[in-house]
Every structure is written in structure tokens, then in C-alpha cells.
């Protein structure tokens, strides 16, 4: 399969075998498990996913890719939707789905959002990013690449980031590095309600202090032990869930 990538779906293919063999290798998909790949694009991850899982779930939005897809595997090797990943129903996925995928640059937060209210549904997920992006996720507070995405995102996943990737491993070449990523569900109680707020209106006014960003009372502060001098990039995700729970009360 051969196809022009299109700029409006962010799409840069990756080629190069060595990267994908490593990215299989670092999934390691075993018989029987519900594999789900985001934007499988020309196919180079999904023909390697299939060999070892036997069956792959997948969401293409590109409907020339799509029928390139469907038209080289038999619907009982790959189920496609043909979607956008920022509108699909990831709560219709089996329990205990691995989701992977090259997300599409230029879309990739919105997308990491939308797959943290589903996480706890998944068993892991792995996935090739921006560097700069996969850098923010994995970040400790108090620290420059520290912010909302980090926050969100830790406190729904133990992160890691499993190695880099050159621009060259891709057609076109993206004017970034990359790297890719693997997120594992944290095990615990659901997030507050107002979770996702609280950590907004925060990294909203980064530059102030809790005290003027939260516009908690002072007794609040003193409740959760927090020095209301400290800025948002200095909390860790878990502060934030128990600033929400209080905000609750």
C-alpha cells in the first residue's frame, strides 16, 4: 500500500522495521486478546500485530485507507471502524482491550483525554507520540514540562517512556522526534466529578500562587496541608484529586 499522506489527518506513516519490530516487542500481543490500533494507517503495525494476535480491532478515518485495509484482510482478522477517534465509543471496547496507535500529532492531546475516562476499562495502552508530548505526560512536578496533560494523565495511568524515534523512520518525515509510550491504568477509586475542572482553572493562572489560582479559603489549605504560597506545577496529580474532593465538600 502506497498513499499520499493527507495533511488535514496529521498523517506520517511509519516504515522503518526496525522501530516496529521494537514496538511489537514492547506490546508483545499474545493469541486471543483484544487488540485495538488508532489510525492504522498503511497497515505496517496492524500486519505485524495480526501475525502475532491472530485479530486486530481498528479505527481509520481515511476512507481510502480504509478500504486499502479491508480490501487486504479478511473481516475475521481485522475488524475496521471507519471513525474518528475523537468520536468513538471507546466505552463499547471488550474489558481489558490494549489500545495502541501513531496518534496523529496535531490531535494527540484531545485524543489522550478522551481515552483517560476509559481507562480503567483497558489493560494498557502504547502508543507513538510527539517527543516533546510523551516528555510532558511522563514529567515530575516542579519541573519545566510539568502541567495539565502530566496532572491528567498520572492520575490516571502509571507512564513510562520506553524509547525515541527518529524522523526518518517515517514518510513524510515529521519535523519533530518521537517516542513512544506505554500507559498501564492505576488501580483505585474513580476521580472526582469536578477532578478535571480543578486542574484546569489551576494551570490556567500557572504563573500564581494557589492561593489566587484555586480561590480556596485558607482553612482548606490548612485542611490538606498545603502551603498556599506553592504554584500549580508544584503539586503532585494525587494533591490534585484530594484539592477536588475537598472542593466537594
Known amino acids: 500500500m502506497r498513499h499520499r499522506p493527507r495533511k488535514r489527518f496529521g498523517q506520517h506513516f511509519l516504515h522503518d522495521h526496525a522501530v ?3 514496538i511489537v516487542d514492547a506490546i508483545d500481543p499474545k493469541a486471543s ?4 490500533e488508532i489510525g492504522p494507517g498503511e497497515g505496517a503495525l496492524t500486519r505485524r500485530l495480526i501475525e502475532k494476535a491472530g485479530q486486530v480491532t481498528a479505527i481509520e478515518i481515511d476512507r481510502d485507507l480504509a478500504d486499502a485495509l479491508e480490501a487486504e484482510f479478511p473481516r475475521d482478522r481485522l475488524a475496521l471502524h471507519r471513525a474518528d477517534a475523537l468520536e468513538f465509543d471507546f466505552g463499547a471496547l471488550p474489558e481489558g482491550a490494549r489500545i495502541v496507535g501513531n496518534l496523529p500529532y496535531n490531535i494527540s492531546t484531545p485524543i489522550l483525554f478522551r481515552l483517560g475516562e476509559w481507562g480503567a476499562r483497558f489493560r494498557d495502552l502504547h502508543f507513538m507520540l510527539q517527543l516533546e508530548v510523551v516528555d510532558r505526560m511522563v514529567a515530575a512536578h516542579s519541573t519545566p ?8 494523565l498520572q492520575a490516571r495511568f502509571a507512564m513510562k517512556k520506553l524509547f525515541r524515534v527518529a524522523a526518518g523512520a517515517f514518510r513524510p518525515p515529521p519535523k519533530v522526534e518521537s517516542a513512544v509510550v506505554r500507559m498501564v491504568p492505576l488501580q483505585g477509586e474513580a476521580l472526582p466529578g469536578n477532578f478535571a475542572d480543578v486542574v484546569r482553572q489551576a494551570f490556567s493562572a500557572r504563573r500564581k500562587t494557589l492561593r489566587n489560582a484555586l480561590g480556596l479559603a485558607p482553612g482548606q489549605f490548612e485542611a490538606l496541608r498545603l502551603d498556599p504560597g506553592l504554584r500549580p506545577e508544584n503539586l503532585t496529580p494525587q494533591d490534585y484529586v484530594r484539592i477536588a474532593a475537598i472542593c466537594t465538600r
Do not use: F, K, T
Not at 33 to 36: I, K, P, T
Not at 145 to 152: F, I, Q, T
Open 145 to 152: 514540562e510539568y502541567g495539565r496533560l502530566s496532572v491528567m
Open 20 to 22: 516496529l519490530a521494537r
Open 33 to 36: 486478546e483484544a487488540l485495538v
